[in-house]
């Protein structure tokens, strides 16, 4: 079964604020493929990052930053210095078996307030 | 290049009606899928095309679905007849070939309301 669980429903802080987004997932594939993606409130889903399950390297794109740990199945998302523009909801996915779908989490409402 | 565009933006019907939702995929694109998020839950696959064919159907909810891809291009989805629990954000994506694990290009849904 694939599956991703984003439990933080909704978060708000200040401007400046650090924020991480948690996502955890379970899948009984060797090979996976982890995303995630940022929806503003024009409605799309914008692509952030793409990591396969084999690499387990924490990667850093200005002031985004991921860390996947494979030994707690989890993919957190982390804002350094957070805007109002960071705003969204964060939706994380993970993308297995037969790699033909995506399957998604509940999404994470970030607020970020000046 | 323009990006995934889904017609309408917004739908509201009433229980019973049938209402069309339209996506146009990047162009090149042979993948499109069709997603849909209820209620504020998570995002849930509803099928994939290939150009025309059918992929993989095994997550739309029952035969009041019904989703085409004539000649490759544009998909629609149709309900038919809409129930309340149809109500949610449908989203469209496309992906470039092969069909893989890369990143899928969505729309901006279409959010469809039933009264």
């Known amino acids: 079964a694939q599956k991703v669980t984003q439990a933080q429903t909704e978060i708000s802080v200040v401007e400046k604020e650090d924020v991480t987004l948690d996502c955890v997932y379970e899948?009984?594939?060797?090979?996976?493929?982890l995303f995630w993606y940022k929806q503003p409130p024009s409605g799309e889903l914008v692509f952030l990052i793409r990591?396969?399950?084999?690499?387990?390297q924490n990667e850093i794109s200005g002031r985004y930053s991921w860390n996947f740990q494979k030994s707690t199945s989890s993919f957190n998302f982390t804002i350094t210095a957070s805007q109002v523009v960071d705003s969204a909801v964060y939706f994380c996915?993970?993308?297995?078996?037969?790699?033909?779908?995506?399957?998604f989490g509940s999404g994470t409402k970030l607020n970020v307030k000046p | 290049e323009a990006g995934v565009t889904q017609f309408p933006s917004h739908s509201v019907i009433e229980k019973g009606q049938t209402v069309t939702l339209r996506c146009d995929p990047i162009?090149?694109?042979?993948?499109l899928y069709w997603y849909r998020r209820v209620m504020g839950k998570e995002i849930k696959f509803l099928l994939h095309?290939?150009?025309?064919?059918?992929?993989?159907e095994s997550g739309m909810p029952n035969n009041r679905f019904l989703a085409e891809r004539t000649g490759g291009t544009y998909s629609t989805l149709k309900v038919q007849p809409a129930e309340l629990e149809d109500s949610g954000v449908y989203f469209c994506?496309?992906?470039?070939?092969?069909?893989?694990?890369?990143?899928?290009?969505f729309g901006p849904g279409t959010r469809l309301t039933v009264l």
């Open positions: 899948t009984r594939d060797t090979t996976y493929y």
């Open positions: 994506a496309s992906s470039q070939k092969p069909i893989s694990y890369n990143e899928q290009f």
């Open positions: 162009s090149g694109h042979d993948n």
């Open positions: 996915a993970l993308s297995g078996d037969n790699f033909n779908k995506f399957y």
């Open positions: 990591r396969n399950s084999f690499d387990e």
């Open positions: 095309f290939v150009k025309e064919s059918k992929q993989d």
